[in-house]
């Protein structure tokens, strides 16, 4: 059971890492368009995106892939740059209904390069354990539950701008991704691959 907890707490600890605040500000650009009346939208996403954290995971620590880190290093801030422009280009739009499949397509495409981008570690602190896949079943649980209280935290500051501040929702989403973005620039910059 205890291993159980470890295993967990490393994926929830994963999330809320500070010094890697990488996955929380992908977190932020991926829900800040929506309210707590759209709960189930927002629990399909978090959980698709940590399906393709964990399928991720899963290829890499048996070695089916191999990825140069530097190019995944990178390619994380791109997935948050990515995401925060989308957001601004289309928070005029009151329904974010249409193509829903690409959006859920896209998130779980994001996951995969986010969870490669942690795999290497994965595999050196599972390395002592003969079955792999309890262990990477717990951390997707922790991350799980980490996510959901980003999300949840985010959920709430939203709604304190946007009833108590009078924030409109366009505006709430085109400051709160315009600060995101800036904050990714500097990693695209740490990180370029040419």
Known sequence: MSE??????????HVLDWSAYDHILF??????GYTFDNWKRILVLVTLFTVGHTMSLVLAVYG??????????????VTIFIAGLYNV???????????????????????????LGFSSYFK?????????????????????????VVVLLLLIISFIFQTLFRFSKQDWVLVISSVVIGM??????ANKIW
């Open 4 to 13: 159980f907890w470890l295993y967990t707490k490393l994926g929830f600890g």
């Open 27 to 32: 977190l932020i650009v991926l829900t800040v």
């Open 64 to 77: 089916v892939v191999s990825v140069n880190s530097r190019l995944v290093e990178f390619l994380i801030p």
């Open 89 to 115: 280009f289309t928070a005029k739009k009151t329904g974010k209904n249409d193509k829903i499949a690409i959006l859920y397509g896209v998130t779980i495409f994001f996951g995969l390069i986010h969870g």
């Open 124 to 148: 050196v602190i599972s390395s002592n354990v003969s079955s792999k896949i309890l262990p990477l079943i717990e951390f997707a649980l922790g991350v799980e539950a980490a996510q959901i």
């Open 184 to 189: 990714v620039i500097p990693m695209l910059i």
